[in-house]
């Protein structure tokens, strides 16, 4: 009886031991076996596989270790095995990458593609990866106009576990857009608006400026450009709904179509500024104001003018005070109310501003386009306009900045993602120009140079009757202000020619200090010095009466040392193809700070462009001048005004302007003092010729006169009087032309026909020229 009720005891205790030992004893017996591993400690592999709560790698166990492990990258292959209380791991390791490279890659450079790329030197070779590097490859090249590209990634031994990863790049054929349409647009045509974005049909200039290439990126700037465009014209209601590329195998390349609703023409009507902040005095902000009743409404003067009130409240003290136009439509009469409503916003930092993206530009570049730096309050209004600044500046195919919280409530992040784009430039031209013969030019250079944002230029240039060389470098933030400096070093040589009989040298410098005033207004000092020289035949030397006396007498080096300033006004849309707005140049130079020669020169260019329909400009230009000597000198032959196709076309170089008419001499014009020009011209579109060719067909009307011979008519060793003819007769002439906006700069090509003239100018029908439109 005792011994059974021992047994019983021994039972019931058995059955009462607590399940976490059973778990603990199974758990001491059971072990994990790594097999396989070279570089990996097998205590790392271990560290991925969690038992259960019995202490036994079970199924899920060991479902989650094998993903854990692969998830590393670190191995090719896992495989889990159970040999009795022992679970085996068996391993295969990735190979290490000693070298990551590309081939084939002609149209974006290595740099690029590592950029975007996964896989790096000195990582594990993970398949799923390099599959996804392909891909981000093959988008790279889309973005590029690129989409027939193939990649091919090859992997080389090198032995010991280590591999070359090759991306064998096959570009393809560019894909580029072939045509491109605007649906829904009634009041601008199809031109006035294929102007307005960076997109282009391929044309025979498409090898040149790249504008056809198909890029996503660029496509939506576009239609962002499109609704702003429209914007500023007074459609406010303006939409373009949708801009789809379509592939057309038919012509091997995409059809870019965007869809636009127009809606109507607003016109602005009670502008006002309501202040809701005490001690700022609303009426010396209104008339701050861009905007004004009555006008057309203009999306761009309601941002410039939320701009300026934005600076002068930070100007008057009051940082976080926030001007938000508020606009009310009044559909039925098509005008739109506006009140900058000035309310005092809440007490935000910058925390700081990150830059992305920037693999060339220097931070430094960027971040000083920016009116605000970390720990100062956020302004909105100063964030847009860094944005607009450096999309400005053409360094980048896109600029996006965005807000993020910071570390704290009161502070935020200022994010800047750009993508660069070249800034390069290297031309090879030729041609034929009416002053210089035939003519060969290369030029070399680059808008940021080394990322600095510094611009470096250089150009030769060998002509029939001429040569140069210019080399000029620029700094647009000098001393880290918002002075612009800049530097050029020169030099020409022009022979006699059809039309002088004396050649020029000029050898020298220019140093230039340039400040903005306003967004429109800006003015640029000057100082120059500089050897000037005229040369003569030698022949003309030894056979008089064709001796040119007056030139005999000024020929020889003089020293100009001379300073000055340019005003420039410029509200052009459009600096390449303008539309509408004005430019104005004022010029005015002061020699005889030290050299050999003393004059005072002032001139002026003002130009007026007016939208007449979608297809037709008109320009008006008037351009005037006047050089005097002082400290008892007279004007310098070389720097004398010379009438020529450059003010009336259809008149030779030196056509027109005071002549030596003297018996037995060359009949030199001998320039002028003064002198002035005018011209109306029509530029229009020519039909069958597509926009994106940049040709013009234009019409116009000049006339001016160059007058008042500010040089002797008596020389030494000689008893003769120079004849002077110097008459202040308008010459004026009618013609036809065209204009080529090529990649090399404005070109036109003019046939006019005098209509007044004096007996003694010199005529020429065709000019062929190069320089603004």
Request: hydrophobic share 35%; with cysteine.
């Given at each position: 009886m005792q011994t059974a009720i021992l047994l019983l005891a021994a039972v019931l205790g058995l059955l009462s031991t607590p399940a976490f030992a059973v778990e603990a004893a199974a758990q001491v017996r059971e072990t994990i076996d790594v097999q396989g591993n070279r570089r990996i400690d097998a205590d790392t592999v271990r560290s991925y596989f969690h038992p259960a709560r019995d202490g036994r790698f079970d199924d899920a166990a060991r479902d989650a270790g094998l993903k854990a492990l692969l998830?590393?990258?670190?191995?090719?292959?896992?495989?889990?095995?159970?040999?009795?209380?022992?679970?085996?791991?068996?391993?295969?390791?990735?190979?290490?990458?000693?070298?990551?490279?590309?081939?084939?890659?002609?149209?974006?450079?290595?740099?690029?593609?590592?950029?975007?790329?996964?896989?790096?030197p000195r990582g594990a070779l993970q398949r799923a990866v390099v599959q996804s590097d392909v891909g981000r490859i093959l988008e790279a090249y889309r973005h590029a106009g690129r989409d027939d590209v193939s990649v091919s990634p090859k992997v080389i031994d090198r032995g010991n576990d280590r591999v070359d990863l090759v991306y064998e790049v096959t570009e393809g054929a560019k894909t580029p857009v072939r045509q491109i349409n605007f649906v829904g647009n009634q009041v601008f045509s199809k031109r006035q608006l294929a102007a307005v974005i960076k997109t282009s049909a391929t044309n025979l200039l498409s090898f040149l400026t790249g504008g056809d290439a198909y890029d996503p990126d660029r496509v939506a700037d576009d239609r962002e450009q499109l609704r702003l465009y429209y914007r500023s014209k007074g459609y406010a209601d303006a939409n373009v709904t949708s801009a789809k590329a379509e592939y057309d195998p038919a012509i091997k390349g995409f059809t870019l179509t965007f869809s636009i609703d127009e809606g109507p023409l607003y016109h602005f009507g009670d502008v006002n500024v309501?202040?809701?902040?005490?001690?700022?005095?609303?009426?010396?902000?209104?008339?701050?104001?861009?905007?004004?009743s009555g006008a057309v409404f203009d999306g761009n003067a309601l941002d410039k003018t939320d701009e300026i009130l934005a600076i002068e409240l930070s100007k008057l003290g009051f940082p976080f005070a926030q001007a938000t136009p508020r606009i009310t439509r009044d559909a039925s009469a098509k005008r739109i109310d506006v009140s900058f409503v000035i309310d005092q916003g809440p007490r935000t930092y910058v925390e700081r501003i990150d830059i992305h993206g920037n693999t060339r530009t220097r931070g430094y570049v960027i971040r000083r386009e920016f009116d605000i730096s970390e720990g100062d309050a956020y302004n909105q209004s100063l964030i847009d306009r860094a944005e607009r600044r450096l999309k400005n500046l053409n360094y980048f195919k896109t600029v996006k900045i965005t807000r993020k919280p910071g570390s704290v409530a009161d502070r935020v992040i200022v994010d800047v993602e750009v993508t660069e784009q070249?800034?390069?430039?290297?031309?090879?031209?030729?041609?034929?120009?009416?002053?210089?013969?035939?003519?060969?030019?290369?030029?070399?250079?680059?808008?940021?140079?080394?990322?600095?944002?510094?611009?470096?230029?250089s150009s030769v240039s060998y002509g029939e009757y001429s040569r140069g060389v210019d080399l000029s470098a620029s700094e647009p933030y000098f001393l880290g202000t918002r002075v612009s400096a800049g530097i050029e070093l020169y030099g020409k040589q022009n022979d006699a020619s059809p039309y002088q009989s004396y050649g020029t040298d000029v050898y020298g410098a220019t140093l230039q200090l340039g400040t903005p005033i306003t967004e429109q207004l800006g003015v640029q000092y000057h100082y120059s010095l500089y050897d000037q020289n005229v040369t003569l035949d030698p022949a003309s030397l030894v056979a008089p009466p064709s001796l040119p006396i007056q030139q005999a007498a000024l020929a020889g080096p003089q020293l100009v040392s001379a300073i000055g300033e340019t005003v420039t006004y410029n509200t052009l849309d459009n600096n390449k193809n303008p539309t509408d707005g004005i430019k104005s140049q004022l010029t005015q130079d002061l020699a005889g700070l030290g050299g050999d020669v003393n004059f005072l020169r002032t001139t002026e260019d003002l130009?007026?462009?007016?939208?007449?329909?979608?297809?037709?400009?008109?320009?008006?230009?008037?351009?005037?001048?006047?050089?005097?000597?002082?400290?008892?000198?007279?004007?310098?032959?070389?720097?004398?005004?010379?009438?020529?196709?450059?003010?009336?076309?259809?008149?030779?170089?030196?056509?027109?302007?005071p002549r030596d008419l003297t018996p037995g001499t060359t009949m030199d014009n001998v320039g002028g003092t003064m002198y002035w020009a005018s011209t109306l011209e029509l530029q229009s579109a020519i039909p069958g010729v597509p926009q994106e060719y940049g040709l013009k067909a234009t019409a116009f009307v000049d006339s001016g006169s160059v007058f008042n011979y500010g040089g002797p008519t008596t020389f030494p060793g000689s008893t003769q009087t120079m004849q002077l003819a110097n008459s202040n007769i308008v010459r004026s002439s009618v013609g036809v032309g065209l204009i080529w906006a090529s990649p090399f700069g404005a070109l036109s090509i003019n046939y006019a026909m005098p209509v007044t003239k004096a007996p003694y100018d010199v005529t020429q029908p065709f000019s062929f020229g190069a320089g603004p439109l």
């Open positions: 998830a590393t990258g670190l191995f090719d292959d896992v495989k889990i095995e159970r040999t009795g209380e022992r679970l085996v791991v068996h391993l295969h390791e990735a190979p290490v990458l000693d070298r990551v490279a590309f081939e084939g890659n002609k149209k974006i450079q290595d740099k690029e593609l590592t950029a975007i790329i996964e896989s790096k309501v202040c809701n902040v005490p001690g700022l005095d609303s009426e010396k902000l209104r008339r701050l104001l861009v905007t004004r070249s800034t390069g430039e290297f031309n090879i031209a030729g041609g034929y120009s009416t002053t210089d013969g035939l003519l060969v030019e290369v030029k070399l250079g680059d808008s940021n140079f080394l990322g600095s944002g510094d611009s470096v230029k130009r007026y462009y007016h939208s007449i329909n979608d297809d037709v400009v008109s320009l008006v230009r008037v351009q005037g001048g006047y050089i005097t000597g002082w400290g008892g000198q007279q004007v310098p032959l070389i720097n004398s005004f010379f009438g020529g196709p450059t003010l009336v076309r259809g008149f030779a170089p030196n056509g027109f302007g």
